[in-house]
């Protein structure tokens, strides 16, 4: 990857113990992220993905190492990142319009008109015109999580953080909003960053998906590159000859591999330079130097 745009760089958290002594939730993270492109993170509970997102958020620091964004360091929270949370997180006080404003003017110093005709671009763009004044209360969940996703888009940020936001809905709103994150993301080109425990929600939606050992100890075990063309569509994607390899090989990651993780294999990786995994594809080293390789399920095995 030529751009780091966003540069996670040693991290680590410990948590101290009853009696002395600390516990480690994660420990010497690495990750390179490239502007404009979506990543997921998968690991069990427990691992601190969601901790690594607080991170980056810049709602916890870590107990060593940096992240990097745009070339500056994270001291603290900054309207240049916006957080999606697995709950919507609206001001019950306000009205739809009221809350994505609110955001606005955090940002920007406008006359009202001006704050009021740009939240509505982004009450527009998650499709909730002719909301704008109801209050959370009379919304449902899935409208509520749209309204987070409209004022989180309306500061425009540099990066968009979600945390499992869909994971409380409903199959069908969740597909919805799905597709509506998906979308947003592909036409403004936004940076985003997300953790999930759902895997076909990682393929669909991500570029990059990161695979996170089990904690405590957790580590970033590999970078699996999604191989499904950037135009896919929900009704499609399981379709594609590929898509299996790519389930199939993060599953056996979370189910297997994951757990097995001891500290001699920690030891071994290379943890600033990330295998980036590539199911059902030939990696490049293999496809230059052993022309022969065969496809075998979603691994390559050299002849």
């Not at 799905?178 to 669909?204: L, N, S």
Request: charged share 20%; hydrophobic share 45%.
């Amino acid at each position: 990857m030529n751009e780091r745009f966003i540069s996670i760089e040693g991290i680590g958290k410990r948590f101290p113990k009853k009696g002395g002594g600390s516990t480690t939730v994660f420990d010497d993270l690495w990750l390179p992220i490239a502007r404009g492109t979506f990543t997921c993170v998968i690991g069990h509970s427990g691992c601190g993905k969601t901790t690594v997102l607080n991170i980056l958020a810049g709602l916890d620091t870590p107990s060593e190492g940096a992240v990097i964004v745009d070339n500056q360091a994270i001291e603290g929270p900054s309207l240049d990142r916006a957080v999606i949370f697995q709950s919507h997180a609206l001001l019950p006080w306000r009205t739809v319009m009221g809350n994505v404003a609110y955001a606005v003017a955090s940002k920007w110093r406008w006359n009202k008109a001006q704050v009021r005709a740009h939240a509505q671009r982004f009450i527009d763009l998650v499709g909730l015109t002719g909301s704008e004044g109801k209050h959370p209360a009379e919304l449902s969940g899935g409208m509520k999580q749209r309204v987070g996703i409209a004022r989180a888009l309306s500061i425009e940020p540099k990066i968009l953080l979600m945390d499992e936001p869909f994971s409380a809905l409903d199959a069908l709103t969740r597909g919805t909003l799905q597709d509506e994150v998906r979308r947003i993301c592909r036409d403004t080109g936004q940076t985003a960053f997300m953790i999930t425990h759902d895997v076909d929600e990682a393929i669909y939606l991500a570029d990059r998906i990161v695979l996170m050992t089990n904690g405590p100890q957790a580590v970033l075990a590999e970078v699996v590159e999604n191989p499904l063309p950037a135009d896919r569509t929900r009704a499609d994607v399981h379709r594609h000859p590929l898509y299996y390899g790519v389930r199939n090989h993060i599953i056996d990651f979370l189910v297997t591999r994951s757990r097995s993780y001891d500290a001699a294999a920690k030891a071994s990786l290379d943890r600033r330079n990330l295998a980036v995994v590539r199911p059902g594809l030939p990696t490049i080293a293999a496809a230059a130097e052993a022309p022969l390789a065969r496809f075998v399920g979603s691994e390559v095995a050299i002849s």
